[in-house]
C-alpha cells in the first residue's frame, strides 16, 4: 500500500478521508493547510503521493505544490490530486502542472480509482507557463 499526505481544511472531509484510506491499507498523514504540510512533508519519509485540497488558509493548494517544485529535495516528484470545489479546476490543475483532480463533492469510488490510477502513473506536476 501508498503512504499519502491529505492536506484538507475541512476536519470532517479530513477525518472521513483518512478513515478510507487507513482501511484500505495505506500509510496516512494529514495538514490542515499548505503550510503545515509543507512542514509534514519536511519532517518525514517523503510520500508517494499528496492529496491536496485547492482553497484553504495560510497556504493553498497550489502555493504549497508551487513551493513543493521550488523547494525541490525530491518533493518535485511527488504526484499531487488536487480536490476541490473551485468553478475552474481544470484551469488550476494545468497550472500546478498535475492531471490528477476531482471536484467537489466527490463520490469517494472516483477518488479511490483516481487514487490508484495516479499510484500506478506517479506523474509528477509540471507547471505550464
Known amino acids: 500500500m501508498a503512504d499519502l499526505l491529505v492536506v484538507e481544511d475541512n476536519p470532517d472531509l479530513a477525518e472521513t478521508l483518512l478513515a478510507v484510506l487507513v482501511d484500505l491499507g495505506h500509510q496516512v498523514d ?3 493547510d ?3 504540510g509543507l512542514q509534514r512533508l519536511a519532517s518525514r519519509k517523503l510520500p508517494d503521493l499528496v492529496l491536496l485540497d485547492v482553497e484553504m488558509p495560510v497556504l493553498s493548494g ?3 505544490a508551487y ?8 518533493k518535485d516528484q511527488i504526484p499531487v490530486i488536487l480536490l476541490s470545489g ?9 497550472k500546478v502542472g498535475t492531471p490528477y483532480f476531482l471536484a467537489k ?7 479511490l480509482k ?3 490510477r495516479a499510484l500506478v502513473e506517479r506523474r509528477a506536476p509540471r507547471p505550464s507557463p
Open 34 to 36: 499548505g503550510e503545515e
Open 86 to 94: 473551485v468553478m475552474d479546476l481544470p484551469k488550476v490543475a494545468a
Open 114 to 116: 483516481l487514487l490508484d
Open 67 to 74: 513551493r513543493m517544485l521550488v523547494e525541490d529535495a525530491g
Open 105 to 111: 463533492p466527490y463520490k469517494i469510488d472516483a477518488l
Open 30 to 32: 494529514a495538514a490542515c
Open 62 to 64: 497550489p502555493g504549497m
